[in-house]
């Protein structure tokens, strides 16, 4: 009996364009799934009987009610001026700190013990001698924070230039460049990966401190109302204000992502 060959259609290959748009589209998926089981176990934990603990429910009725008396929008306006003031400033100055103390090794001797030095120390603890230094106005808090986003960016800066692979400075200086062409051509462009991370792991650093930081006699703010509420033992509205910080500070760590993609396309990607 004749055998009848039997052909199988080829599986159509995704192709590299649907496959990017594929990523983008799980992840949202996934983070909705995430934040959807988060509020379902905070939900369970406050109705479990623990003491003290306030659910979604009271923190949304709370979050309203700071809405709607204009409390909450000038609390966030007052810690994003702060937070963006300290972290534009300590980032700014960090990049260049950064390169000078990779690419020039007097400059690494000069600088490096320094930062080393006040890396061992918690920004937090600068704070009574800023208060002593700088009064109780906007400068020391701001300050606190512009040195806990300058420590994380420049050590990520210096080492970013430090790894850059020998064999590309190598072959530009065979082709002829000049350092300040290798400089522009090829380190900045390979030291961009390690820049963004130190400024993202800054940012988290700015809104780790930010709280400290307007115990400084701030009179507006995120932290300060959260000290605040906590006199009162007013719960929901120490969840609204953890919750602001939270989603504020992933906003800005996403918009970072962003700028890094742009910036690095030309790294490969898994």
Do not use: C, H
């Not at 990017?20 to 983070?31: E, F, Q």
């Not at 810690?79 to 690419?103: H, I």
């Amino acid at each position: 009996m004749a055998m009848t060959a039997v052909t199988v259609p080829d599986t159509p290959t995704p192709t590299p364009r649907r496959r990017r748009a594929r990523g983008p589209v799980r992840g949202i998926a996934l983070n909705v799934i995430a934040v959807v089981l988060g509020l379902g176990i905070w939900t369970l934990l406050s109705r479990s009987g623990i003491q003290g603990l306030t659910g979604p429910v009271d923190v949304a009725v709370r979050g309203a009610e700071l809405i709607a008396d204009g409390t909450l929008p000038a609390d966030i306006l007052a810690s994003l001026r702060r937070v963006f003031t300290g972290f534009a400033l300590g980032t700014a100055l960090a990049v260049p700190v950064g390169f000078l103390m990779g690419w020039y090794g007097t400059a690494r001797g000069l600088i490096e013990p320094y930062v080393q030095f006040f890396r061992t120390i918690p920004p937090l603890a600068i704070i009574p001698l800023a208060i002593l230094l700088m009064g109780i106005g906007e400068t020391p808090k701001i300050f606190v924070i512009f040195l806990a986003a300058f420590l994380s960016s420049v050590v990520a800066t210096f080492q970013g230039v430090m790894d850059v692979d020998k064999t590309l400075i190598n072959a530009a200086r065979v082709l002829g460049a000049s350092d300040r062409v290798i400089f522009l051509k090829v380190v900045v462009p390979a030291s961009t990966p390690f820049i963004i991370v130190g400024m993202r792991i800054g940012l988290g650093a700015a809104w780790g401190t930010l709280v400290a930081a307007e115990l400084i006699a701030a009179q507006e703010g995120l932290g300060y109302r959260m000290q605040q509420a906590q006199l009162y033992y007013d719960l929901p509205t120490i969840f609204v204000g953890l919750i602001s910080i939270g989603v504020l500070g992933l906003a800005m760590d996403r918009l970072l992502l962003l700028a890094e993609r742009r910036l690095t396309g030309w790294q490969e990607r898994r």
